[in-house]
Every structure is written in C-alpha cells, then in structure tokens.
C-alpha cells in the first residue's frame, strides 16, 4: 500500500466512465500513479451532464472509499474536471476612453476584466476569461502594459456553461462528502499535456472523441481562439446498431473489430458479422452506419473550425484527435477528406512520464483526462491516516448535515427578509396612494370653493356696477320728491 503523504486526487466526470486517479508530481516531472479507480456511468452522466445526482453521489463515495483503501489514507480533498454539452466559447470586447494619453497599468487590465466578467448573461456562467489582445490605438498587442494611449480595447475569449452544470457538480460532492480543490476545463487540461508548445504556436486543431461528446478546440500563437463540444461520439454509433437489433455492449466490440470510418475495396465481397445469438448482419448494412455516423461527426468538426475564423492554411499544425472513439478504423482518411487536413496526429498516451506498478495502467488512454486533472493540481489531498479523524480535514457526516441545515436557515432568513421588504414596500406604495386621494380630494374642494366665490363675487360686482340716473331723471325724482 501507498504511504505518501503527500498525493494528488484528481476525479474525470466521463459519460461512459468515471474514473478517480490518485499521484504524486516527480521532481523531474514525471507522475508517480499510486492508485486509480474506474466506475462506469452510462446511467448517470449523459452527453456530459448529471442525470441522476443520487447516483453520481453514491458513485462519488464508492471511488473515494476505493482508493482510500488502496492508498492506505484518508483523502481530503479532489479536483474535479468539468466540461460536457453546452460547453463553448463566447468573444467579447471591452473598451475604455481616456481624455488625454495615459499609460496603460495592470489595473487598468484587471478593471477591463472584470467588466468582461460583468457582461455574461444570467443563462450563462463564465469558467475561464482568455484574453485574446489588446487594440491599443490601432495597434494589436498581448500585454498594453506600459503603452501610452488614449483608447484601448480588450478582446476576450469567454469559456462558458450553462451555471447548472458546476451547482450539480458541486451539489453532488457536498452530498457525497467530499471538498472539491477545484474545477479546471477538463478539454483545456487535457491540451496541455496532448499538444505541443510549436503546435498551439503555429496553430493547430484538438479534437477529443469521446462516447458521447466531440471536443473541438483551436489554438493559434499559444491562445485558445475557439472552443466547443459537439453533442455526438462513440456511443452514437452502438445507438445505431440498434436497428440491426445488436445488443449495446456487443456493438461496441463489433464497432471497435469491423467499424471503419472510410470503406476500403469497395468491389470487394465481405462475408456477413457473426452475432452472439446465432444470427447474422450484412456487412454493408453494418459499415454504412458506421461511415454514416463518423461523416456526420467529422462534418460538425470542420463546421467548428470554420467558426473559429481559421482556416488549415493558417493551422500549420494540423490537427491532433485523441480519444476513445478516434481508435476506428480508417479515421485518418474519413478527417482528410471531409476537412481537407493532410497533417494528422493520432494520440494515445499524453507527453507527461508516467511511473507506476499498476499492470495495464492506461493502456488504451482511458485515464488520459484524469492524469491532465493532476497536471493542473497543486494541492496536497491527503487527509491524514485511514481512520484517524484527527489528522482529516475531511467533514463527518454530522458536519455537513449541520452545514446543510444552516445554508437552509439562511435561505429561509433570507426569504423572511425579502417578504418583509416587499410587505413594507406595498405599505409604503398604500400610504402614498391614500395621500395622493386625500390631496386630490382637498384639491377638489378648493376648486369648488373658488368657483363658487368667483360667482358670488361676480353677482356683487354686477349690483355695484349698474349705469348711473342721469342728471335730467336725477332732477325729476327730485321734484316729486317735493
């Protein structure tokens, strides 16, 4: 059994396999792989998405007691790859005017981030900002700093997620009792430790075939420019199968022993695939699927690469597919006819040195991801001695139920709260409706008042201003009088 004490876990969140590794980093580089664990999550984990958290959650908590076991310690914390459908990147620009020329400082870059950052729609969470340059004048620059100007303009490459995704994530390891140290990109971990330094500086296309995803990423002068996961993979073509009425696990093999991607021979006969049952399939009907399917995928790749705004002239250095679904056969000449790529790199095992005493460790890149989480991981997850509560500072059970229930009294304080606010603002609105009909009212009044001794002041105003008698009738009036 293992005894260091210092490891890293890392936990890749696969739609066909979840798969928990735990290593040491070597000080030549190399990781020391001192156990690993595979689950399989077909049932749970679909197109890259948690479908049934219960399930992720009791998957969670078998992987951690597995390799607990094997590692003779206590595991204290994880990182935790995330990615899957609805994964993609969003290009957006910043702006700022200054009324005289000023030069540029790194706050002024920090400001300018977190105005990117501000700019994401609520639909969408942002897992990672990559600024792409900066227009400074009418120049384009990687770093202003230092640049006097009076305009500058970030341009940003946001990697972004429907916020769902993490909270399940999240939701599912708290459930499980397990911290997460953190969440890198798993496609961009993953790049890290596939491409070289000259292929993402000369530009170049990854593309990772999974069971039931296709990641597309673009990089260009060691940036990435682009990147998405298209909804389609391996397991696509076992669904197929289906119609021939072949079992899902029995497609697989047949998928990985007579798939290919192109049809070599075409004049060629093939005699029929033999089936576990006693029956049989034509050939032709079995390789149409299969060529049908990996032209639909390697059409949606070249579709994402044409977002990008690169083209493989400016790609030079081609295009490098790893994973599980890539192992079809004549998969090279199925992407060089659909995408015109001539330059192709086919990868099975990452460029990081591995050292184990596990027999059959990775031997198909199944564990390739998982070993890119450890790449990122600079955390010590050891919790201390198998058993030992004292040296862990992992949380009990008892722990996360008081958390739990606490976050509950928050909420529900926080919802008091806001029903008073809004109780008190319907008051506030009644109060000033009842005066506003008071002063109405009054205004009403006044105004019948004041019509009413607009007309008594003109009835008077009539009897005091009736014509004079003349002198003659004055004089008359006079004499009868006498």
């Known amino acids: 059994m293992a005894k260091q004490e210092n490891f890293i876990v890392a936990i890749d969140l696969g739609s066909s396999k979840v798969t ?64 899957g459908l609805g994964m993609h ?29 501000n700019s994401c729609p609520g639909d969408r969470e942002i897992l990672d900002v990559i600024p792409q340059e900066y227009k400074v004048g009418a120049q384009l620059q990687l770093d202003p700093v230092g640049v006097l100007t009076d305009r500058l303009e970030g ?51 990854f593309v990772d075939m999974g069971a039931e995803t296709t990641s597309v990423a673009v990089y260009k002068n060691n940036i990435l420019r682009h990147l998405a996961v298209i909804p389609l993979g391996g397991a696509n073509i076992n669904r197929d199968f289906l119609s021939l009425q072949v079992d899902y696990d029995e497609a697989e093999e047949l998928k990985l022993k007579f798939g290919s991607a192109r049809t070599t021979n075409v004049d060629a006969e093939h005699a029929p ?86 027999t059959d460790f990775n031997r198909n890149g199944s564990c390739n991801a998982a070993i890119a989480l450890i790449e990122r991981g600079d955390q010590n997850c050891c919790g201390g001695e198998l058993g030992d509560p004292t040296k862990s500072i992992f949380p009990t059970e ?9 976050e509950q009294r928050k909420l529900e304080e926080e919802a008091r709260l806001q029903e008073e606010a809004r109780l008190a603002e319907e008051e506030q609105k009644r109060l000033e409706d009842e005066e506003r009909r008071k002063a109405e009212r009054r205004g009403g009044a006044m105004r019948s008042m004041r019509s009413f001794l607009s007309k008594i002041a003109s009835l008077v105003s009539d009897e005091d201003t009736s014509p004079l008698d003349s002198p003659k009738e004055q004089k008359n009036d006079k004499a009868k009088q006498d």
């Open 20 to 83: 928990g590794i735990a290593g040491v980093k070597e000080p030549d580089g190399a990781i020391n792989i001192l156990a690993f664990v595979q689950e399989p999550s077909e049932s749970f984990i679909h197109k890259g998405r948690v479908q049934n958290v219960d399930k992720l959650t009791q998957c969670i908590r078998n992987l951690k007691a597995d390799l607990e076991k094997r590692l003779d310690k206590a595991i204290s914390q994880v990182y935790v790859g995330i990615g």
């Open 89 to 117: 990147t969003v290009g957006n620009s910043v702006s700022k005017n200054f009324p005289e020329k000023v030069v540029i400082t790194q706050s002024m870059i920090d400001e300018m981030l977190d105005m990117n950052l």
């Open 155 to 205: 341009r940003f490459l946001n990697v972004v997620v429907s916020p769902e995704l993490r909270q399940q994530i999240e939701n599912c390891f708290r459930s499980a009792g397990i911290m997460i140290a953190d969440m890198p990109i798993t496609e961009q971990a993953l790049a890290d430790v596939v491409l070289s330094e000259s292929e993402k500086r000369s530009g170049c296309v």
């Open 273 to 358: 695939i033999a089936l576990k049952d006693g029956r049989s399939i034509k050939y032709e009907e079995f390789s149409n699927l299969v060529e049908a399917r990996m032209e639909e995928i390697i059409l949606n790749i070249e579709h994402q690469i044409s977002l990008s705004k690169y083209d493989r002239n400016q790609l030079i250095g081609g295009m490098i597919i790893t994973g599980g679904a890539s192992q079809i056969q004549n998969i090279e000449k199925a992407v060089t006819e659909f995408t015109k790529f001539d330059k192709l790199r086919f990868v099975r095992n990452i460029r990081t040195t591995l050292r184990t005493k596990l």
């Open 398 to 406: 008892e722990e996360i139920k008081r958390q739990q229930e606490e």
